[in-house]
């Protein structure tokens, strides 16, 4: 199983943008997908997760910012950006189950079976 993250880049504060994460390998419309990130010198934290079924879960510094989606045709997950900050400068992760997780499991990175490789995200003037 591969996931493949793509989408970041450089943004200026108060832009958007939207990361990708294919799957291959098997599908996961029956599980989690997640989205994580890190910054220079932090832990890995939360960001959105979805559950088969439309249940979606956020990081509060997030929340009303970001939507996570997926399409299960295409066996892809996608996380709309919007508003950036620079404190959302990091270096994203995707990360999947098979297994649909409650909130408070969905929220924990060691929960993914699967990860996908990171993309960077930089939001700067």
């Known amino acids: 199983v591969q996931l493949q993250a793509s989408g970041g880049g450089l943004v200026q504060p108060g832009g958007s943008l939207r990361l990708s994460c294919a799957a291959s390998g098997r599908t996961f419309s029956s599980g989690t997908v997640g989205w994580f990130r890190q910054a220079p010198g932090k832990e890995r934290e939360f960001v959105a997760a979805?559950?088969?079924?439309?249940?979606?879960f956020y990081a509060g510094s997030v929340k009303g910012r970001f939507t996570i989606s997926r399409d299960n045709a295409k066996n892809t997950v996608y996380v709309q950006m919007n508003s950036l900050k620079p404190e959302d400068t990091a270096v994203y992760y995707c990360a999947a189950t098979l297994r649909n997780l409650i909130q408070s499991s969905a929220t924990m990175a060691a929960a993914y079976d699967y990860w996908g490789q990171g993309t960077q995200v930089t939001v700067s003037s």
């Open positions: 979805r559950r088969s079924g439309g249940s979606a």
